[in-house]
């Protein structure tokens, strides 16, 4: 099928369901649309370039929108800009400091462990084991599936709501302690 054969019925077709995969992905309604936006111009612009024919337009939108979400992931974490990534290397850079800081740094980190210790109680028996494994004790996931028989992808998905709701955690604590200057 060659995409400028009907370019306006693949959009009605496929951009509902495309724009819900992307959503998925990403966290804002505007990031998604601009992205699904990126994906039909790549189709047209591949249909306008006299390229070869696709056979499975799905496929190809499909992986178009993925290769783009995963850029779009890829450009938000250069972006040096206060976001989560940042408020977890500033708090890392609290964490393990030298000891031979500043009195008010080691009381900070003192604080900031205890404040961790707590976060990490507070979550489901299961997201915080996996979470320990991995991190603590550098357990790959894999090998935790062999030992305990719990597929990959739910020791992914534990580990991936354990870290989410610890950003959310220290994103309060940090903007807790920005505003105390």
């Known amino acids: 099928m060659k995409p400028t054969d009907n370019l306006e019925s693949i959009f009605t077709e496929y951009a509902p369901r495309l724009s819900a995969f992307i959503r998925s992905q990403v966290g804002s309604r505007e990031d998604a649309e601009d992205i699904l936006q990126d994906v039909f111009y790549q189709l047209a612009r591949a249909s306008a370039d006299g390229g070869s024919e696709i056979e499975r337009i799905s496929s190809w939108l499909y992986r178009v929108a ?69 991190v603590f004790d550098g357990m790959p996931v894999k090998e935790i599936s062999a030992a305990t028989g719990i597929p990959q992808a739910t020791l992914l998905s534990r580990k991936h709501y354990a870290v989410k709701y610890l950003r959310s955690r220290f994103h309060d604590l940090y903007n807790a302690l920005l505003s105390q200057d």
């Open 66 to 134: 993925r290769n783009t979400v995963l850029n779009f992931h890829r450009k938000k974490r250069e972006l040096p800009l206060d976001t989560e990534d940042t408020v977890c290397e500033d708090l890392a850079r609290t964490l393990f400091c030298s000891p031979h800081d500043a009195p008010d740094t080691i009381y900070l980190r003192k604080l900031v462990w205890q404040e961790f210790d707590i976060a990490l109680s507070e979550l489901p028996v299961e997201q915080r084991e996996v979470f320990c494994l991995t």
